[in-house]
């Protein structure tokens, strides 16, 4: 018991950490296959890494660090993500914050993670050039 006591107070010291350095957020706040469209694609930016996971019992939870990583006010009424990355170049480790999904075969929680593990990746979403 006080091992995982001590091995999420050191996660939560190393989030804290990676967050005062400049870092990369991002966060999937909608969930829709086609959201971006078939004309955004992924841009691949490293493919050794270490994904971590800081699992939130509720969305709450989520949304209040959510809020803390990018340095804003929390406020129910505006934060709504579903998932954040928090990752730098600097390190080879990815932190993925997100609720679990509460059933094996549940495909929306499943692919929220797949996104995730792409920003990971350093992967951002490449928006077609307008003309």
Not at 3 to 22: C, E, R, Y
Request: proline share 4%.
């Amino acid at each position: 018991m006080l091992n995982k006591l001590f091995t999420g107070l050191f996660v939560t010291a190393v989030i804290l950490l990676t967050m005062s350095i400049s870092k990369q957020v991002n966060a999937l706040d909608d969930f829709d296959l086609m959201y971006y469209g078939p004309d955004v694609t992924v841009d691949i930016g490293r493919t050794d890494f270490i994904v971590k996971f800081e699992f939130y019992d509720d969305t709450e939870s989520l949304n209040r660090a959510w809020a803390t990583a990018v340095g804003e006010d929390y406020d129910p009424e505006e934060v709504g993500v579903r998932a954040f990355a928090t990752s730098t170049p600097m390190s080879d480790v990815c932190f993925v914050h997100i609720v679990p999904a509460k059933f094996w075969d549940d495909r929306e929680a499943m692919t929220i993670l797949g996104h995730e593990v792409y920003h990971c990746a350093l992967a951002d979403h490449v928006m077609p050039e307008t003309e």
